[in-house]
Nanobody, 122 residues
Framework: VQLQAFGGGLVQPGGSLRLSCVVS????????MGWYRQAPGKQRELVAM???????HYTDSVTGRFIISRDDEANTVYLQMNSLKPEDTAVYYC?????????????????WGQGTQVTVSS
């Protein structure tokens, strides 16, 4: 199972970016999907997550500005980021909880994408 993130870049304050993350490989089902970020000198933090039934959770600092969504047919999770601020600058990582089939039943593992840089600056 591999995760590949796309869509990072340089944007001015107040601008928008859309991140995408595609899950590929041999698996049974993707459960929770999410986005994390890590700014220089800081710990990685959860930005947003979306459950199997579409339920969402956002960290307080992005609530009302970011929207997470998923397309299960395309095995993709998105993060629409609006009204970006300089403090949103970070490397963004996608994350997925993926179920694979084994002889003894379903096995759940957590996978990470490679990270994509988002820089908000004028």
């Amino acid at each position: 199972v591999q995760l590949q993130a796309f869509g990072g870049g340089l944007v001015q304050p107040g601008g928008s970016l859309r991140l995408s993350c595609v899950v590929s490989g041999n698996f049974f089902r993707i459960n929770t999907m999410g986005w994390y970020r890590q700014a220089p000198g800081k710990q990685r933090e959860l930005v947003a997550m979306i459950g199997l039934r579409g339920e969402t959770h956002y960290t307080d600092s992005v609530t009302g500005r970011f929207i997470i969504s998923r397309d299960d047919e395309a095995n993709t999770v998105y993060l629409q980021m609006n009204s970006l601020k300089p403090e949103d600058t970070a490397v963004y990582y996608c994350n997925a909880d993926v179920a694979t089939e084994t002889r003894s039943g379903l096995r759940f593992n957590e996978y990470w994408g490679q990270g994509t840089q988002v820089t908000v600056s004028s």
